[in-house]
């Protein structure tokens, strides 16, 4: 029996993504989750943690309401067309997966809670642990909790699927470091993120890296910019976009409508990197290519991103209150003077005319047949990866007319495990796991 793992999404129209808080603040006070401003449209809930940090069985407890009472505030959010995830770590948590058993404490336990809360799906705000500090190339990490982390995320993509008949969204929040820091150094904190983001390249919805609490960073020009500026947002942003060179190899960028700006929402939000409403307003007008360049930092692509996904902020608690801002949501308002009224987020295939293929027989030793249907002709490439997500072998890698095909994978060359195969038809995209036990 196949199962499948997911399809490559492109959600429609921009984000504005916020955290929520899980807790009371005095500064930032709670809020209903059912009373968060309309205008964001995706609500990453604040955290799910590990119960120690010898134990990563991962751990959610609404505070202030009944866990019936906040699974019915997930549904109303999500009957208005919103996205409401869970946030896997935080700046408190340290995820390390470095044994089998851990691994599955992991997978297991995010897997309850998604369907036990009904959430879309997760987002990784993974800030400290040995899961995301880097080793070996963005290519091939070598370290145990990295490779241990891209598998419990694949695994917990298909548990998810089959629970719920429909994709999990999944989006990253990386601090600077672990990110554009690559190109200053690779190792440890700094591009710890990147084998991360290239094994779910195709999986991702949005990455919205925290332009906050920050030091300085190099941007693809060579020149170092500072966290609270115009410059700084062009930089980190058109990084992720374009890709930039590390010493763990070539980090290929990512499409301009899966990045989201993170700021803070409020100077009291974060320790440093808050920059006001009109200096947002500067750099996103610059960087969507509809307005003039407002610092030193000059695009590499002329007319910038028009299709930019987005913005994020930490934290949807910290957007409402007025000690720290003017005025209630600044932040939101900000978003909406800058992409419009929000729409409604779909996480599924818009592409529903090519038949899903199939493998027979799976699992399979050595050898299974794929075969799939494509209406019209156009280029076809199956391309075969392995649990971290290396590719192994190119199946299909041309054009072809109309109609229904069979391949062959002999596998006999390869160990037993778990592989996946990746079609994609023109724009289609589809991703299967396959099974190889010997």
Not at 171 to 176: D, G, H, N, V, W
Not at 216 to 224: C, F, H, K, Q, V
């Amino acid at each position: 029996m196949l199962l499948f793992l997911s399809i490559s999404t492109k959600s429609q129209g921009s984000v504005l993504i916020g955290y929520w808080h899980n807790w009371n603040d005095s500064n930032a006070p709670y809020i209903l989750l059912d009373q968060v401003d309309s205008r964001y449209n995706v609500v990453c809930v604040a955290f799910a943690e590990p119960v120690s940090p010898s134990d990563m069985t991962m751990h959610f407890t609404p505070d202030v309401v009944s866990q019936t009472t906040f699974i019915a505030q997930v549904q109303s959010l999500q009957s208005q067309g919103k996205k409401v995830l869970i946030s896997i770590g935080g700046a408190n948590a340290s995820i390390s997966l470095n044994n089998n058993a851990n691994r599955d404490a992991f997978i297991n336990s995010m897997t309850s809670i998604l369907n036990t809360f009904q959430f879309d799906g997760i987002d990784i705000d993974i800030e400290h642990g040995n899961s995301i500090l880097a080793s070996g190339t963005i290519t091939n990490p070598t370290s145990v909790d990295c490779i241990n982390l891209i598998y419990a995320i694949n695994q917990i993509k298909t548990n998810y699927f089959i629970a719920n008949n429909r994709q999990m969204m999944l989006t990253f929040a990386p601090e600077t470091a672990y990110v554009q820091g690559g190109m200053s150094a690779y190792g440890g904190i700094w591009g710890g993120y990147l084998p991360l983001i290239h094994a779910f390249r195709n999986d991702l919805n949005y990455i919205h890296v925290q332009l906050y609490n920050s030091g300085s960073m190099y941007g693809i020009d060579g020149n170092i910019y500072f966290q609270g500026t115009a410059d700084f947002i062009l930089a980190m942003s058109e990084a992720v976009i374009h890709g930039f060179n590390t010493n763990g190899g070539y980090f290929q960028g990512l499409p301009a409508d899966k990045v989201v700006v993170g700021l803070p929402a409020c100077p009291g939000a974060a320790g440093g990197g808050f920059i006001s409403t009109a200096v947002v307003q500067s750099a996103v007008k610059y960087l969507k290519g509809t307005g003039p360049k407002p610092g030193s930092y000059t695009l590499f692509q002329t007319g910038g991103y028009a299709n930019i996904a987005g913005m994020m902020t930490w934290s949807i608690n910290w957007d409402k209150v007025t000690t720290c801002n003017p005025s209630p949501y600044e932040y939101a308002q900000n978003y909406q003077i800058l992409f419009g009224t929000p729409t409604n987020i779909s996480n599924e295939s818009t592409v529903s005319e090519y038949k899903l293929y199939q493998n027979y027989p799976n699992p399979f030793n050595p050898k299974t047949s794929i075969s799939y249907e494509i209406p019209e002709s156009g280029f076809v490439r199956i391309i075969i990866y392995d649990a971290i997500g290396r590719e192994i072998e190119a199946l299909v890698n041309e054009h072809r007319l109309a109609g229904s095909y069979i391949i062959d994978w002999n596998a006999s060359q390869h160990p037993s495990g778990t592989y996946f195969c990746r079609m994609k038809i023109n724009n289609f995209i589809d991703v299967k796991r396959i099974l190889l036990v010997k």
